[in-house]
């Protein structure tokens, strides 16, 4: 029997991406995260909105422990690039990506959800970084990615302390955009992702590509940067056309 750890659908331009490990709240394991991979990579050609969900009561308990292996040094850090890889691919791969979160998001599931560009949370999501508590360190890319969005002050504080933020906690925070009611989470991210999907693409891919590189430059590099990628989005075919058609409603007036 083939063992199914991440469960894919194509349906109006919008890819789903569901980590199906509920028993296991979704934990992951190198297993599940070469399928995660292998899904990413297998992105249907015109994919405009990726969502990212996790079956069951939880989206994503972090790293499954019950299969943490001893490594030495050198094996430590590839397995941490590894995971760098992968969740680079959902930040920088082009295409707007959407996390719908309930339940557990600790730890690699906090560094997963934070490599996405959009984030919905349910009322019973939890967020917590326990590594502190198991002796190890993180190596998903939380150290990067989380401290941007709530500080490096804390993110230590959660590692030392191992406390858990509630679903409103997290959002005062910016570790979700929107909270929505219990089950709604899909629903909203679905919602978003064909909003979204209206966008011009190459607008999309901008965004989506430019913005965090920019955050990691210094000021006038990042404004040259902002320059170019105006450059490239603005002269593009589809904006011109786009541009024109508001221009021409906007001077007929309102339609009755």
């Known amino acids: 029997m083939i063992e199914t750890l991440v469960k894919s659908s194509f349906e109006d331009n919008i890819y789903s991406v569901i980590l199906a490990r509920p028993e296991k709240r979704n934990a992951v394991s190198d297993r599940l995260l070469a399928a995660l991979e292998a899904a990413l990579v297998a992105t249907p050609e015109g994919t405009r909105v990726i969502i990212l969900g996790g079956e069951g009561e939880h989206f994503?308990?972090?790293?499954?422990?019950?299969?943490?292996?001893?490594?030495?040094?050198?094996?430590?850090?590839?397995?941490?690039?590894?995971?760098?890889?992968?969740?680079?691919?959902?930040?920088?791969?082009?295409?707007?990506?959407?996390?719908?979160?309930?339940?557990?998001?600790?730890?690699?599931?906090?560094?997963?959800?934070?490599?996405?560009h959009v984030r919905v949370a349910e009322p019973n999501t939890i967020y917590q970084l326990p590594e502190g508590r198991h002796g190890i360190f993180v190596g998903g890319g939380a150290s990067v990615r989380v401290a941007k969005i709530i500080g490096p002050g804390r993110m230590c504080e959660m590692m030392l302390t191992g406390r858990i933020l509630k679903a409103e906690e997290g959002q005062a925070l910016g570790l979700s955009h929107y909270v929505v009611e219990a089950g709604q989470s899909m629903a909203k991210a679905r919602e978003l992702a064909y909003r979204i999907a209206e966008n011009a693409p190459m607008a999309n891919w901008a965004m989506v590509s430019a913005i965090s590189r920019i955050h990691n430059m210094a000021a006038d590099d990042g404004l040259f940067v902002e320059s170019l990628t105006a450059a490239l989005t603005q002269t593009s075919p589809e904006v011109v056309e786009r541009i024109g058609h508001f221009l021409n409603r906007k001077s007929k007036g309102p339609q009755l």
């Open 60 to 116: 994503c308990a972090g790293l499954d422990l019950s299969e943490h292996q001893h490594r030495e040094p050198f094996g430590v850090m590839l397995h941490s690039r590894g995971w760098h890889r992968i969740f680079d691919r959902i930040e920088n791969g082009g295409i707007p990506v959407i996390a719908a979160m309930q339940g557990a998001v600790i730890g690699g599931g906090l560094e997963l959800a934070t490599a996405t």
